[in-house]
């Protein structure tokens, strides 16, 4: 625990200055309003299928291709595969859409770029072994069957909300992209492309990935279960009752209208948005149509333009990042009545939803409050960005503390109902833990569940403590799951942040508001996990491939944001230790002159195993928070 020598290894005012330059660094990043916004860079597929979407709706053109076109071949790697985050292996399902979106944009097979992709592509399973997302892309343009993809009846819109297969068993993002494709996979368009993709295709005659598993006779299995299920689908859909069907498509029609955001976009994020726009071309719904012209123009606010490429934001998190600012800024000593973070305070206050989203199925009596991640997300509010906000309000001093009073506890109520019967938070939705949506042949990427995590469990408790609710059931009961949730080798997974670290991170956070101090047998086990899987040059660093791989648990190159948020778990638990020193002399050692950290590595998780982000502004914010907090103890 506490060690006198600990700052040997960096001193007192070296730490203080580069403190100084990262915080003047993160001012001079907020915008004019209020708020800020780093990118989120997330891996081709994005770019990719934006081109082909905009081929399908007819109003792809010339420019935007180049320059989306420019892109993908620079982040192509060198055995020609297309990977899922820095660092990554080839990914095969990525690889097949870029490379279908290069030869929209006109780049021959017999290019050596193209040819090395597509020996990549076929030396890991060809078109046949792609995802069934993959598969549904290229049936759009009659490059796969139709008939080969998994069922997916528009039905499943007029069953119960508690029904086993019921749209809202499935996560929010999964909700929205399942609703849309309904309609999209009734259709079963083709718009012809003037190229075929043989070259991709591995003819080995194993059954397509989209099929449901074969069914054998004898013992009762969920799987076959559901392989009859998707049978028999597969069967009514090709002579369905046409009043049902069609009274199921209005619904899901009617769906996807009153889900669209004030910015054009549905949920905030690009899967849902591109399947909603063609399901409702499909629909008959014209280009001028409003809607889908605000979808349309919408996209282009989520374009980053640099340098001759074009690439498209998954989605965006100026909520999010407000609050980690406003947190990041204070912990760095800038004062509570700074007119800057009042301005970010006023600025979120702004952006409390206060309308009912698809979370009152669930939990109807709870009423409105809290945050969403985006600009304009008010349907799909959020337990991580409502703790967050919280937090960061409470740091302010607003000239009117009873309108953030007011807005605080609005939030708070508002978490405190959607927390799950288990005593956990997930981020969206209560009680969303659904298995057997998992189980449909159709879900074969990325998490299509909200179940409770670690890393939304903790904050949740780390803002409900500072809100003084230590007595309510509610926090009872998450601490209980939060302890409990605490992995064998005394690290937390990290749902929502790469990985271990940040979960470990965020619990120790949560324990330490909670009152555990640095003796309690779960923070010391903690800390020992952290300190054990520091790097020899001083910092921390967990791949991705730890969601999969158990030995990158806790391993991978260093960088800021894991640094920062080592160090703000071991600060939680009332080290003063040489680990943190030298993490601290990491971070010092590796800042820019700008005052900033360089950060190519991926430390966000949208799903686990199959989709990352890289946040920006995560390499400046936590390791504000981190030095700020640092210089704080040791003055």
Known sequence: MTNPSATSQIDQLTAGAALERAALHLQSRQHADGWWKGALDTNVTMDAEDLLLREFLGIRRDRETLMAANWIRSQQRADGSWGLFHGADGDLSTTVEAYAALRLAGDAPDAEHMRRACAFAREHGGIEGSRTFTHIWLALFGLWPWDDLPALPPEIMLLAPNAPLSIY??????????VALTVVMDAKPVRPLPFALDELHVGSGERPAGHAPAVTSGTFTRAGAIAHLD????????????????????????????????????????????????????????????????????????????????????????????????????????????????????????????????????????????????????????????????????????????????????????????????????????????????????????????????????????MLAGEGRGDDPAYARGLAWLRDAQEADGSWFGRWGVNHVYGTSAALLALEAAGAGPGDLQVRR??????????????????????????????????????????????????????????????????????????????????????????????????????????????
Do not use: K
């Not at 068993?169 to 399942?178: H, I, K, L, M, S």
């Not at 690009?270 to 909603?276: G, I, L, T």
């Not at 997930?426 to 909200?450: H, K, M, R, Y």
């Open 231 to 462: 049978r028999a689908a597969r069967l009514y859909g090709r002579r369905p009752v046409r009043a049902l069907r069609e009274h199921a498509l209005q619904r899901a029609e009617a769906f996807i209208v009153s889900r669209q955001e004030a910015d054009g976009s549905w949920g905030g994020i690009q899967p849902p948005w591109v399947y909603s726009l063609m399901a409702l071309q499909l629909r008959g719904y014209a280009l001028d149509h409003p809607v889908m012209r605000a979808g349309i123009e919408g996209i282009d606010t989520f374009v980053i333009e640099d340098g001759g490429q074009r690439r498209l934001e998954a989605c965006q998190s100026p909520v999010w990042d407000t609050a980690l600012a406003i947190i990041a800024l204070t912990d760095a000593g800038v004062s509570p009545d700074d007119p800057d973070l009042i301005r970010a305070a006023d600025w979120l206050l702004h952006e409390e939803v206060r309308v009912r989203g698809d979370w009152t199925v669930q939990r109807p009596g709870v009423p409105t409050g809290g945050w969403a991640f985006e600009f304009q997300n008010d349907n799909y509010p959020d337990v991580d960005d409502t703790a967050e906000v919280a937090i960061a309000l409470r740091r302010v001093a607003h000239p009117e503390p009873a309108r953030v009073e007011a807005a605080v506890a609005r939030g708070m109520r508002w978490l405190v109902g959607l927390q799950s019967a288990d005593g956990g938070w997930g981020a969206f939705d209560a009680d969303n833990t659904s298995s057997l949506i998992a189980d449909i042949p159709f879900c074969d990427f990325g998490e299509v569940t909200d179940p409770p995590s670690a890393d939304v469990t903790a904050h949740a408790i780390e």
């Open 169 to 178: 068993r499935f996560g929010c993002w999964a909700r929205q992209t399942v």
């Open 526 to 635: 903690a800390v020992r996990w952290m300190e054990e899987h520091q790097n020899e040059d001083g910092g921390w660093g967990e791949d991705p491939r730890s969601y999969e791989d158990a030995a990158w648990i806790g391993r991978g190159p260093s960088t800021a944001s894991q640094t920062a948020w080592a160090l703000l778990g071991l600060q939680a638990a009332g080290e003063r230790s040489e680990a943190m020193a030298r993490g601290v002399a990491w971070l010092v050692e590796q800042q820019r002159d700008d005052g900033g950290w360089d950060e190519p590595q991926y430390t966000g998780t949208g799903f686990p195993g199959d989709f990352y982000i890289n946040y920006e502004l995560y390499r400046l914010v936590f390791p504000v928070m981190a030095l700020g907090r640092w210089v704080r103890s040791t003055s």
